[in-house]
C-alpha cells in the first residue's frame, strides 16, 4: 500500500511538473500574467501580457537556480534572429546586495553591456533576486512594432566587480534564442515555431524516474527484506517481493540513469559535476548488486555470511546515495516548493515505517529468544521434567546401580 501511494504521488508530479514550472508560479507580488512559456536552456521562463489597445507588453522573465555572482539579461530583437541588435534588459546583485537592473542595446558580439536607451520606451522597470531566483520587471511599449512575433534573446554571465563580462560561447549560452508570439501565446527555439521544450521534459522525465526508484522502490524493498522475513509466514514471499521491488527499481533507475547522460551529452556548456558523479557512482554500485543475486550462495554455505555482509553494504549505500542525489536534483531543476516537500514526506512515511517495523522486530527476536532460554533450561540443565534422566542417565536404576 505504501509503494502504491508513493507511486501515485511520483506520478502525479511527472504529469503535473512541466506545466507547474511556468503556469502554476505565483509571484511573491501577487503579479499575474496572461501568459507564460517555459525558456528551453539556462532554467528561464517568461511571463507576459499583451494589451493590444494600448500596445504595452508587460514581462517577467525568470531565472531560476541563479548564482549572485552573474549577471542575466532578457530582450528581443526588432531587426534578426540572434544577439545583434537586441534590445536588453539587464539585471544584477551587486556587492553590497542591491538590485542593479537597466536597459543596454546590443550592438556586437564584443558588448559590455553598457547602459543606454532602447528603441522603444520602457516602463516599470525593476529586478528582484532571493532563493537563487532573479526576476525581472518592465513594461515594453511597442507602439511601432509590426507583426505579432518577436525574436528573444536571453542570457547569464560572469561578474567582475559590479561589471558584466562576456558570457560562455558554448553549450547552452549559444542556444538562448527563440520566439514568441503575443498572440497565439506559443514561443519557439531558433528556427522553430514547437511551443514545448524537449530538453525541459527530459528533465523531468529523469527526475521522476530517478525519484521513484532510487529514492522509493530502493528503501522499501530494504524495508521488506529486513522486517517481513521475521515472520515465518511470510517466508518466501518477502524474499519475491523484495526482488521485485529492488529489480523494477533497478530497471527504472536504469532508464532515469540514460535520460540523465544523454541529457548531459546534449549540453556540453552546463554541467552538474558532483549531480553526475553520483549518479554514475549509483549506477555502478546498483549493476554489482544486482550481480551479486546471480551468485548468492545457499544459506547454509560457509561464504554466506560475507555474501550477507556484501550485499547488505551495497544495498544501504544505493539507498543513501539516491536520496542525496534527489535532492541535489531537486536543487537543479528548481520546481516548485510542494514537490520537494511531497518527496520528504515520503521519506519521512518510510522512515517512521521502519522505526516502527524495527521496534516490533526487536520487540519479537527478544521475546523468541527468551522463550528459546526457557525451553533451553528445560529440556537440557538437569531440573526439568528430562534433565534427570538426561543428566544422571541411571538414577532411575533401584539403589543407583546398574
Known amino acids: ?16 511538473t512541466y506545466a507547474q514550472i511556468c503556469s502554476n508560479y505565483t509571484f511573491a507580488t501577487n503579479a499575474v500574467f496572461g501568459a507564460c512559456n517555459d525558456l528551453p536552456v539556462l532554467n528561464s521562463f517568461l511571463h507576459y501580457t499583451y ?3 494600448s500596445q504595452t507588453l508587460s514581462i517577467a522573465y525568470r531565472h531560476t537556480n541563479f548564482d549572485s555572482s552573474n ?5 528581443i530583437n526588432p531587426t534578426s534572429q540572434g544577439m545583434t ?19 543596454s542595446p546590443i550592438m556586437g558580439y564584443s558588448t559590455q553591456l553598457a547602459e543606454g536607451g532602447l528603441s522603444f520606451p520602457v516602463s516599470d522597470l525593476s529586478a528582484t ?6 526576476i525581472i520587471f518592465a513594461t515594453l511599449g511597442l507602439q511601432n512594432w509590426t507583426g505579432t512575433t518577436m525574436y528573444q534573446v536571453w542570457q547569464e554571465g560572469p561578474l567582475s566587480r559590479n561589471v558584466p563580462i562576456s558570457h560562455a560561447t558554448s553549450g547552452d549560452n549559444v542556444r538562448s534564442v527563440g520566439t514568441f508570439n503575443v498572440v497565439s501565446r ?10 514545448t521544450s524537449s530538453k525541459t521534459k527530459k528533465r523531468n522525465i529523469h527526475g521522476v524516474l530517478n525519484a521513484i526508484s532510487w529514492g522509493i522502490m530502493m528503501p522499501l524493498g530494504a524495508i521488506i527484506a529486513r522486517y517481513l522475513r521475521v515472520f515465518p509466514s511470510a517466508d518466501p514471499a518477502w524474499f519475491y517481493l523484495h526482488v521485485t521491488c529492488q529489480t523494477s527499481g533497478y530497471s527504472i533507475g536504469v532508464a532515469g540513469w540514460a535520460t540523465g547522460i544523454r541529457l548531459g551529452s546534449q549540453s556540453p556548456g552546463i554541467q552538474f ?3 553526475r558523479v553520483i549518479g554514475i557512482i549509483l549506477f555502478c554500485v546498483a549493476t554489482l548488486q544486482v550481480i551479486a543475486l546471480l551468485v548468492r550462495p545457499k544459506k547454509e554455505h560457509k561464504h554466506r ?10 544495498g544501504y549505500s544505493i539507498i543513501i546515495l539516491g536520496i542525496i542525489n534527489i535532492y541535489k536534483g531537486f536543487h537543479i531543476l528548481n520546481p516548485e516548493k510542494k514537490w520537494e516537500r511531497a518527496y520528504t514526506g515520503i521519506i519521512v512515511i518510510l522512515a517512521i515505517v521502519a522505526a516502527v517495523l524495527e521496534a516490533y522486530t526487536w520487540h519479537v527476536v527478544l521475546r523468541r529468544k527468551k522463550a528459546a532460554n526457557a525451553e533451553k533450561m528445560t529440556n537440557g540443565n538437569g531440573y526439568g521434567n528430562n534433565g534427570i534422566n538426561e543428566r544422571y542417565p541411571y538414577s532411575g536404576m533401584t539403589n543407583g546401580r546398574v
Do not use: K
Open 1 to 16: 500500500m505504501v509503494s502504491l501511494c508513493c507511486i501515485m504521488v511520483l506520478t502525479t508530479l511527472f504529469v503535473s
Open 129 to 134: 533576486c532571493s532563493n537563487n531566483e532573479l
Open 305 to 314: 555470511i560475507f555474501w550477507n555482509i556484501y550485499h547488505h553494504s551495497l
Open 71 to 75: 549577471w542575466a539579461a532578457w530582450g
Open 51 to 53: 494589451n493590444p489597445s
Open 85 to 103: 541588435g537586441t534590445q536588453a534588459l539587464v539585471a544584477f546583485q551587486q556587492s553590497d546586495g542591491t538590485m542593479r537592473v537597466y536597459t
Open 273 to 275: 559535476t558532483s549531480h
Open 186 to 195: 506559443q514561443s519557439g527555439s531558433a528556427g522553430s515555431a514547437s511551443g
